[in-house]
């Protein structure tokens, strides 16, 4: 079992910079890859950013240049550090971890970019 916990979501008007947080704990040692989606309302969820064990990235178009992720091994942590923020990017945030036996989602924490 993998628990996932965000946090660090807010309000930020645009332009501004947020940077969301994920701490896994449980079995870390089952987890394959850990990743960012968001969901807007009255959208699909989509991914944002993925980070694999070896530190592969990968990045949705509408986010590259703007979003970083990025992991903390030592503190089971994975970060998605957002930049030039736009209305777009409102959305509830996940964070996702695969393992071999199924994936895990964590609660979700609310991004908002409004003036």
């Known amino acids: 079992q993998v628990q996932l916990v965000e946090s660090g979501g807010g309000l930020v008007q645009p332009g501004g910079s947020l940077r969301v947080t994920c701490e896994a704990s449980g079995t870390i040692s089952s987890i394959l890859a850990m990743g960012w989606y968001r969901q807007a309302p009255g959208k699909q969820r989509e991914l944002v950013a993925t980070i694999t064990r070896g530190n592969t990235i990968n990045y949705a178009g509408s986010v590259m240049g703007r979003f970083t992720i990025s992991r903390d091994n030592a503190k089971n942590t994975v970060y998605l550090q957002m930049n030039s923020l736009k209305a777009e990017d409102t959305a509830v945030y996940y964070c996702?971890?695969?393992?071999?036996?199924?994936?895990?989602w964590g609660q979700g924490t609310q991004v908002t970019v409004s003036s």
């Open positions: 996702n971890a695969p393992t071999l036996a199924g994936k895990y």
